[in-house]
Each structure stands twice: as C-alpha cells, then as structure tokens.
C-alpha cells in the first residue's frame, strides 16, 4: 500500500536552516506530482510546495517563495524540503502529500513531522 | 486568488446525528472541490473528490455535494470516529486555497 514517512523536523533557531525528506513506498514515485502541505498549531491546511513528476516544474505560495526549495529523487523514491531563513511563523507540522493526479485530489498523506522555529 | 469559506468553524454533534457542512467558493469552481478528514497526530485523509465523489475505501455515511461556488459535506450517521476537523480545498487553480477547517466536536 501506498506510504509516506516523513522525516528531518525538529528544533531550529529563528533564521536558521532545515531540510526535510519524505520517503515513499508502495507506488511509482516517479509517475506522480508530489505536495509539502503545513498545518501551524490551532491553524488550518496551508501550501507550502509543489513539484511536477519529473522535478521541472515547482510551485510555491508567496508565504515561501525564494526560502523554500521543493525537490526529489525519483531513483531514491524520496521528496525534499529543503527550508532556510526560517521564521516563528513558519513552525507546523509537515505532511508529504501524493497528488493523484496532476492537481486533482491529494490522495495519500504522510503523518508528517513537526517544525519549530524559535529564537 | 480564489478564497475558501466553511461554515461553521466548529460544531457540537452526538453519535447518530446527520452533520452538514458548508463550503463556499469566492468565485466559480466548477466541481473543483475535495474534502479531507484531519485527526491530530494522523495523516489527513481524502473522503471526496469532484465534489461528489467518494474516495475509495471512505464509508458511505460520508457524501459530497456542490458546484460553482457552493458545496456541502454530509455525514449521515456520525460515528465515534468522526469527530475530528473537516477541510475543503479548491483545485481549481494550482496551489488550490483550502477551507479555514470545520471541527467537529462531542456534543
């Protein structure tokens, strides 16, 4: 079945740098656009990245934009964050989502890990 | 941006009630709209998408209805396992905005 485990949150200091991995399992990596989706705590779902199947096209909200950097590795079945300049209010939990279908529906989740960003 | 409006933010519900939830688009979404189940501490889970249709593996107490700006989520009978906090999202567009979250609570 299809898995997503989620991995590298923690504690960093306010402009600090972070990167986290989400290992997949059970599917085809490569034939699927990927998600970094954010929840801060008592807050709702929020966009953080996006990445096209190959890796060519990315996608961020402004929140992010020029901070945040979403890749993968298809021949290690493994999706990045890569996150730097991180601020208070980028601290949430961090879910990997699989999007079945180039933008239709987020169909597999994974738990995801935890961030926070303290001075 | 198309921004996403649930109604309400929280509600009070007993086991057996039939609990809807509102879903209204800033702008037209066709059927453009998913619903997700988050439980804290759980990968958040996909219950609908095209606004009706129900994901596989989802019970059929769960059911979605809607198109262009106005959408609703319905439990028929809700369960001990339904409280948690409901979502819209819109992909209509790229980075399709979700809804603020509707919690469903213990009456």
């Known amino acids: 079945q299809v898995q997503l485990m989620e991995s590298g949150g923690g504690l960093v200091k306010t402009g600090g740098s972070l990167r986290l991995s989400c290992a997949a399992s059970?599917?085809?990596?490569?034939?699927?656009?990927m998600a970094w989706i954010r929840q801060a705590p008592g807050k709702g779902l929020e966009w953080v990245s996006y990445i096209s199947s190959g890796g060519t096209n990315r996608y961020y909200p402004d929140s992010v934009k020029g901070r945040f950097t979403i890749s993968r590795d298809n021949a290690k079945n493994s999706l990045y964050l890569q996150m730097n300049s991180l601020r208070a209010e980028d601290t949430a939990v961090y879910f990997c989502?699989?999007?079945?279908?180039?933008?239709?529906?987020?169909?597999?989740w994974g738990q995801g890990t935890l961030v926070t960003v303290s001075s | 941006d198309i921004q996403m409006t649930q109604s309400p933010s929280s509600l009070s519900a007993s086991v057996g009630d039939r609990v809807t939830i509102t879903c209204r688009a800033s702008e037209s979404i066709d059927n453009y709209l998913n619903w997700y189940q988050v439980k804290p501490g759980k990968a958040p889970k996909l219950l609908i998408y095209a606004a009706s249709t129900l994901q596989s593996g989802v019970p059929s107490r769960f059911s979605g209805a809607g198109s262009g700006t106005d959408f609703t989520l319905t439990i028929g009978s809700l369960r001990p396992e339904d409280f948690a906090t409901y979502y819209c999202q819109q992909v209509y567009t790229t980075l399709g905005a979700f809804g603020q979250g509707t919690k469903v609570e213990v009456k």
């Open positions: 059970g599917f085809t990596f490569s034939d699927y656009f």
């Open positions: 989502a699989r999007d079945f279908n180039s933008g239709s529906r987020l169909d597999s």
